[in-house]
């Protein structure tokens, strides 16, 4: 038999009877629906060796798709003409059956999956595929308190100098990190901005609540007009990475100084000062803050021996027995969520040293209201409070967020223009109603990280918990973040700190570090993340310039010259 013939005995009767493809008629149209019944019943009995619901030979229009079940009656056809069969070639199918197949589409189900095909759609849709776990839900969890070191003494001081309406800021703040889970996919913060906040609690008069927002709305438009007209990417493309680093760098090293003056002294956060030397013992003692810090420091490491392990299967298929068994310990101690059990210890404590809490606790938000603001409002807010914060936002809140992201995560682009566009978004709608102006920090997409967040699951689950409290507890919550231990506040702002630091160590040539660590001591000393990135900016232009030669000079002198000859002669006249 050649290869291009098929056997009879195993083809459909009426196939053997013609010796070519059965009838579709109006006579054979009930043997022929009964049929194809009983051979789909067959077949949908049988898993199906390919992926997919159907074997789909083509994708042509003009070419029918085989299903399983017709696949059985031109099983021995060779393939090169299965898949060039016209589309007359092959039968229709009958009058009924495809009222039989809309009637099982809403619920049949794809035979590896095993799921409804609706909802094997929302799944594939590219927000639930943002919210995909990429490690454990209590790794994620414990990623998701990674930020408060910083957001709960901002929002704490605002609310007791300025009288911030905290539960219209955990409502508006809640919304903001579910949108940006959605929309980004990784543990993107939402955060105060410090400049704003700075100048609201530290300097007297200290501004109203009018004036905070009139500061956020005005930085928020600034954000959205260079995201929306692409400068935002073209500074991100073009700025030095040493640069970026050492605003990075000097963040980061503030963070870590201002946690470690949370741990040693008592805080004040109404005027901003630290105050006497934290007791050694106590509810808000050092020993709760040195628990804190030793048991994260078991539970996490380094922060970042899990992504070396999963990234290296050579390494451990070598290890000997030992080293093994130290693997499966530290793998256990990864999947710890410290983060989460230091801040749910702290709440505890909360209602150990004030008890009274209890009694003073509402149910029920507050009432949201549209904040007027006045022409003086808006002159003081820009002027004192918008001005200080933009170069801010613009370098950290933004192109050091997509540095840094892009390092934490390069399989997941977060682009300038998208993150400069959500900060102008979020605060243009929830500052006309006085929630508190935010921004994405780099610091808190630092500590996310480095308790364990690596989707956009964990800011979901953050917002969901504000959603809830700002709902439930309202401004009464207040009371029990007044409460809180600052000493673990502390802790977790220190490794936050420390994370973000640590991103600067990739400038391996003494070139790079030497720009870096210029924009950094400036930055801290002057206070200003703009004064420093301006000397690095010209430090780095004054390196470049050094290291070109005379040629290149020169070279550049004769270009210059010959264009200006040509321009010459173009405009001189021809001689006849």
Known sequence: MSANETNKTDLHPSVRRSGRLPPMGEDHEQNTLDRWRREKDLNDKQPSPIKGEHYSLSRDPKIHTLNTYTLSAFSLLPLPELLTLPSEGFPTKPRGMEEEEEQQSSTQTTPLLGLPRWRHRLTTLPCATNLRLKTTIWSELGGSVGDLGTYIPIVLALTLVSHLDLSTTLI????YNISTGLLFGTPMPVQPMKSIAAVAISESPHLTIPQIAAAGISTASVLLLLGATGLMSFFYRFIPLPVVRGVQLSQGLSFAFSAIKYVRFNQDFASGKSGSPRDFLGLDGLVVALFSLFFLVLCTGSGDSVDDEQSNPSLIQSESQSQRRVRRRLRVLYAIPGALIVFLFGLALCFLRDPSIFKDLQLGPSKIQLVKISWEDWKIGFFRAAIPQIPLSVLNSVIAVCKLSADLFP???????????????????????????????????AGQYRFGGRSGASVVFLGVAKLVIGLVLGNSFGRILGQFPIGILGVLL???GIELAMASRDMNT??????????????????????????GIVLFLLLKLREMDCQSLRLLKFKSESSSHDEAARFQPLEV
Do not use: I, Q, Y
């Not at 508006?172 to 919304?175: G, I, P, Y």
């Not at 000393?525 to 420093?532: C, K, P, Q, R, Y």
């Open 411 to 445: 399989d997941r682009e977060v682009s300038a223009t998208t993150v400069s566009v959500s900060v102008g978004v979020m605060n243009l709608v929830g500052c006309w109603f006085g929630a508190m102006p935010v921004c994405h920090g780099a610091g808190g997409l």
């Open 172 to 175: 508006f703040t809640s919304l």
């Open 494 to 496: 220190l490794f936050a």
């Open 510 to 535: 003494k070139e790079e570090s030497f720009v870096m660590l210029v924009c950094a001591a400036v930055s801290l000393t002057g206070s200003s993340a703009a004064l420093g990135f301006g000397c």
